[in-house]
């Protein structure tokens, strides 16, 4: 197969992440002979450095024009302690979702279990939990009208939905419902907002159309608590988007770290796969940054295209560097050597030599990976 695909990195500890997930990409296009070219764009702050614009025009003909887009993070402190900064690297990727018509985020969570002691969370709590979040992406209070008074002492932010945008990601969970454990949790605060109201309404016609699927609601406030006392009970949470946004990263307590979440944005032309993880920007080029969630992105994105065995062999990868350790120090208190590039290394290696990938900490150190 012939991919083009766009490599956003972004701000922070994105260009870092990224490297290892189209060096992941490159080992399964040599093993399973595809052709994937890849074409890198400005986004964010280091966009807004060196054109103004946190998404000029060049990067959204690349997206435009590519199969799928790989995205790394954003934004930058600079701008977090500016409240008056009109321009904002966020606003890249915020345009991005609207140029492109994203208007579908689906973030799996998986409890893996050679991490179930690195989380917060007891164990019994954790144990099996695979969860997967839809989150509305393309309007809600995000995208909604922003006002400040003339006098700089009151603000609002509108949060506004239609029944379309509504119907579209329902469907789509429904059918994702159908698939797994066949229920569905729709979470909003129909007891204080309107546009959650309408949510509920919507949700309430489209379920006779999907029978086999068992439908439940929580409010936000109760969903927040009952995905730390037992996230088990969920299988596809259907949210807008704020909500989608807080529940997601909260759900990375549940897998130990929020370097092990990954996602993809869908609209009914493209598509972008992405780490929930933001820029982190302290941690930038120290070594110490976790590129998981950004290589099970690219699991994710040849999934999309169907390609399942290669993406289920980067799982794989995945999950003997966890078992054997082989992870960042966010995950790793044993071995403080192992760095971003060495956690790449280390998942290439094993896709490249699935069956005889082991470990020698010596070479590890060394930045080798080594067949024995």
């Given at each position: 197969m012939k991919l083009n695909i766009a490599v956003l990195p972004g701000d922070g500890i994105g260009p870092e992440v990224i490297e290892q997930a189209v060096k992941v990409l490159k080992a399964i296009a040599m093993e399973f002979n595809h052709i994937f070219t890849f074409e890198t764009g400005l986004v964010g702050a280091s966009a807004i450095d060196k054109t103004g614009d946190p998404l000029p025009e060049e990067t959204i003909s690349i997206c435009e024009n590519a199969d799928a887009i790989l995205f790394g993070a954003i934004g930058n402190t600079k701008y977090d302690m500016d409240p008056n900064a009109e321009i904002r690297p966020e606003q890249g990727l915020l345009g991005l979702r609207k140029v492109l018509d994203l208007y579908t985020n689906i973030r799996p969570v998986i409890a893996y279990e050679d991490l179930l002691n690195k989380s917060s969370l007891k164990k019994k709590q954790i144990k099996d939990t695979n969860i997967l979040i839809y989150r509305e992406l393309t309007?809600?209070?995000?995208?909604?009208?922003?006002?400040?008074?003339?006098?700089?002492?009151?603000?609002?932010?509108?949060?506004?939905?239609?029944?379309?945008?509504?119907?579209?990601?329902?469907?789509?969970?429904?059918?994702?419902?159908?698939?797994?454990?066949?229920?569905?949790?729709?979470?909003?605060?129909?007891?204080v907002l309107a546009s959650s109201r309408l949510w509920r309404k919507v949700i309430q016609e489209l379920a006779p159309k999907y029978p086999d699927v068992k439908l439940d609601y929580l409010y936000i406030d109760n969903a927040a608590m009952e995905l730390i006392i037992n996230p088990r009970q969920f299988d596809v949470i259907l949210t807008e988007n704020m909500f989608g946004d807080i529940l997601s990263e909260e759900a990375s307590v549940i897998v130990g770290s929020i370097g092990l979440l990954a996602s993809a944005s869908f609209g009914d032309k493209y598509a972008m796969f992405e780490p929930i993880h933001g820029a982190y920007t302290k941690a930038a080029n120290k070594g110490i940054a976790n590129p998981i969630a950004s290589i099970l992105s690219a699991a994710m994105l040849l999934d999309h295209f169907e390609l399942h065995e290669e993406a289920d062999l980067i799982r794989e990868g995945?999950?003997?560097?966890?078992?054997?350790?082989?992870?960042?120090?966010?995950?790793?208190?044993?071995?403080?050597?192992i760095t971003t590039t060495k956690v790449g290394d280390f998942i290439e290696d094993f896709i490249n030599n699935p069956e005889e990938t082991n470990l020698n900490f010596t070479n590890i150190h060394l930045g080798q990976s080594t067949i024995i």
């Open positions: 309007s809600g209070i995000y995208f909604g009208e922003k006002k400040l008074s003339e006098d700089g002492n009151t603000a609002s932010d509108i949060c506004e939905y239609t029944r379309f945008e509504i119907e579209r990601i329902a469907h789509l969970a429904f059918k994702a419902a159908q698939s797994r454990k066949r229920k569905l949790t729709l979470v909003d605060k129909a007891n995945v999950d003997k560097s966890l078992k054997l350790h082989i992870t960042t120090p966010d995950l790793n208190t044993k071995y403080d050597h």
